[in-house]
């Protein structure tokens, strides 16, 4: 009944297995599993090719179950909804590398679904989804040009782990996924904590010496299924290609000596228009008009990228390590906008804000494990159609924004300051205002920026750039700074986020094959460079961060207090919690280690509350001085309460250097008094000395000889 194949191998101390024929026969179903991590991949292609698209058909979704991980949904429905952003992202990172890895001209819409099946902590889901989605294409119809696979790389204690569980925990400086084929790298993304380019460049090249293992691996499992695929041909165009070379050629390059974006775009489209009028005889035909623009495109192509491989000529007449004019300003908005900047690199804007708000606004997210994580930096980054002068109904946010604003995100959670030294909540708005290349490194700028301006003491500024790779036959051009034409004509799109100190992220997708450890060094060094000259002009405006946050901002702060005093602060069903903030208007947050967070409006209802938690959570030492006031009179004393919550006792004798037949002889009820703790009775109450303490001066007199 069942036509198995299975195949394994020992990698990274656990067994790694591929296995197709028994589940999900009508399609392409490899089941991988990993530890205890079991994903499945499904990969179907249409039976019809596509006609009138110019673009891959592919669609890639990352699928996590609640099951997976032996739990039930939280929430009112109890099934899973739409996918979570991590699980969006985990898409975006399966379809990077493999979408440049198919023929032009193949038009069969191609979908990959991979399910996670079984959750183990300790095996990465997103590595092992990129194998079996690699491996189900591989014996897929679809014409595949892999397999690829995926690793994950750490960096601790100056050595380099495979798969690490925690890449940050133990002094960890490193989280990178690196995608590759045996001979090329094809995809990075990754967060550091300021490390070098040498130090990065050699993380993506350990990674890939595992991929190779893992790709070898693939290969052998695909060829013992023997699989049919689809073969694609192109059609003989070659007079038609004449034709519109010869009408068109010269004319494109005059296009594309035009320095206006916004210009040249219009100038291209009236072009191509132009060109399908001459040639197409019969406007009613979508497969000629749109081969005809496809034939545009690729001269469009060919003339730009000849051009700078052999006169290092840009679009924009710019060298190619020239970054574009840039343009910094802060607080561009009033202040009841926390912080803000607005940054402008050539064509490219955005305007970034920076909010400030309490451990009540941190995001709540719900991880497979079961676990929920609360994250206290937020990063949003919105895309406009306007921002590239065309319209459009606004939408949420896609896989693209999400994607953009994760990298960010990744690039300044390196300089932030701890949550303890800093206790807000940090939300980053990056509104795109216009773009023409690398709207996503404008968004890293604007961010340092708006952080310095809203007071967020943040270690370093943080800058990024987006680098780009025309690559020929025998030569290959880095481009510094790419615009959107740059990006859609070359080969790579490798963006660099970093102080300068170090890189803390790195991007890069591939669209063609054999990129070398010699080009990404080049890259590296390339945009280095670019990063250091753009940090430079945005310190010309704000070097430092502010010394202090806005007046708008609320008060926040965290306070230490022992562990067993957190029920006292709490109190009988959370009266005595309730009751401070009622009487302050202040938010209080109590975590289960003693930190308590508190978020007032004014400096005056946060003194009071912090007033209040040090009288509850206060402990006399022995030894110590402190002031009191006189609450009841006995004949053996006095009680004394000590910070308003702690009575103390002052037996008669420590009341004078004489004797004393009267309590009331030397203290009334309601003194104010210093008195010095002398030790504990057998219930843990202090004992007190009034005569060991001078009373107009606090001079401890037991010290005198």
């Not at 690199?345 to 997210?365: K, N």
Request: glycine letters at 8%; a negative charge.
């Amino acid at each position: 009944m069942f036509n198995i194949v299975k195949k394994e191998i020992d990698w990274c101390g656990k067994k790694l297995s591929l296995e197709t024929g028994k589940v999900g026969r009508q399609a392409s179903t490899v089941i991988v599993r990993m530890g205890e991590t079991v994903v499945m991949a499904n990969v179907t292609t249409s039976r019809k090719e596509l006609t009138g698209i110019d673009f891959m058909p592919l669609t890639v979704n990352y699928l996590e179950k609640s099951y997976a991980a032996g739990k039930i949904p939280g929430g009112f429905f109890k099934r899973e909804a739409k996918p979570s952003e991590e699980a969006t992202l985990t898409s975006r990172l399966i379809d990077r590398p493999i979408r440049p890895l198919f023929p032009s001209n193949y038009k069969y819409a191609t979908d990959v679904n991979c399910t996670v099946l079984s959750y183990d902590p300790e095996c990465n889901p997103a590595v092992v989804a990129m194998i079996a989605a690699s491996a189900a294409l591989s014996i897929s119809p679809a014409p595949f040009q892999g397999p690829i696979a995926g690793v994950r790389v750490g960096y601790r204690n100056g050595e380099y782990e495979l798969n690490p569980v925690n890449p940050f925990a133990e002094e960890g400086k490193l989280d990178l996924f690196v995608a590759g084929s045996d001979d090329s790298i094809l995809m990075v993304e990754s967060e550091a904590k300021e490390l070098s380019e040498e130090e990065m460049l050699k993380a993506v090249m350990f990674g890939h010496k595992s991929i190779k293992e893992i790709v070898k691996f693939i290969s052998s499992f695909a060829d013992e299924c023997k699989v049919e695929k689809i073969i694609t041909s192109d059609d003989d165009d070659s007079e038609l290609v004449k034709k519109v070379t010869d009408y068109a050629k010269d004319k494109i390059a005059t296009v594309y000596k035009i320095l206006d974006k916004k210009e040249r775009s219009n100038a291209a489209e009236a072009l191509r228009q132009e060109v399908q009028e001459k040639l197409v005889e019969d406007s009613e035909n979508a497969e000629l008009m749109n081969k005809v623009a496809n034939i545009v495109s690729n001269l469009e192509k060919e003339i730009v990228r000849v051009q700078i491989l052999e006169t290092s000529k840009r679009i924009d007449g710019r060298a190619i390590n020239e970054v574009r004019p840039i343009e910094v300003e802060v607080d561009v908005l009033p202040f009841r906008v926390h912080g803000s900047a607005l940054f402008t690199r050539g064509e490219t804007q955005a305007i970034v804000s920076a909010t400030l708000g309490s451990s009540h606004d941190e995001q709540m997210i719900d991880h497979i494990s079961g676990v929920t994580r609360r994250d206290s930096f937020l990063l949003h980054y919105n895309f406009p159609a306007y921002a590239v002068g065309e319209t459009g109904f606004p939408k949420p946010p896609g896989r693209r924004e999400l994607g953009h604003g994760k990298l960010a995100n990744r690039a300044v959670s390196a300089v932030l300051p701890e949550k303890k030294d800093f206790p807000y909540t940090l939300r980053i708005v990056s509104e795109i205002t216009e773009s023409n290349g690398s709207s996503s490194m404008a968004t890293v700028c604007g961010a340092s920026l708006a952080l310095m301006a809203a007071g967020v003491p943040i270690k370093n500024s943080v800058a990024g750039i987006a680098m780009g790779l025309i690559k020929g036959k025998d030569k290959y051009t880095v481009l510094s700074d790419i615009m959107a034409d740059e990006d859609h004509l070359g080969d790579m799109d490798f963006k660099v986020a970093g102080t300068k100190d170090g890189v803390t992220a790195l991007q890069m997708d591939i669209k063609c094959q054999g990129i070398t450890e010699e080009i990404m060094q080049n890259a590296l060094k390339q945009a280095n460079e670019g990063r250091l000259h753009i940090l430079g002009k945005m310190d010309a405006v704000i070097a430092e961060t502010r010394p202090e946050v806005s007046k708008n901002v609320p008060k926040v702060k965290s306070v230490t207090v022992p562990k067993f005093k957190i029920k006292d602060i709490i109190g009988p069903h959370g009266k005595t919690i309730k009751g401070m903030c009622e009487k302050t208007g202040a938010n209080i947050d109590i975590d289960d280690d003693g930190i308590v967070r508190i978020t007032a409006n004014t400096s005056e209802a946060m003194d009071e509350v912090v007033k209040m938690i040090d009288e509850i959570s206060f402990e006399p030492e022995v030894g110590q001085i402190y002031e009191g006031s006189v609450v009841k009179i006995i004949d053996a004393g006095a009680f004394v309460s000590i910070a308003g919550n702690k009575d103390g006792f002052v037996h008669i004798s420590e009341l004078a250097d004489y004797r004393v037949d009267f309590v009331d002889d030397i203290l009334s009820e309601g003194d104010a008094v210093k008195i010095k703790v002398i030790g504990f009775d057998r219930k843990g109450r202090p004992k007190l000395s009034y005569k060991a303490v001078d009373q107009k001066t606090g001079e401890d007199l037991s010290k005198e000889e």
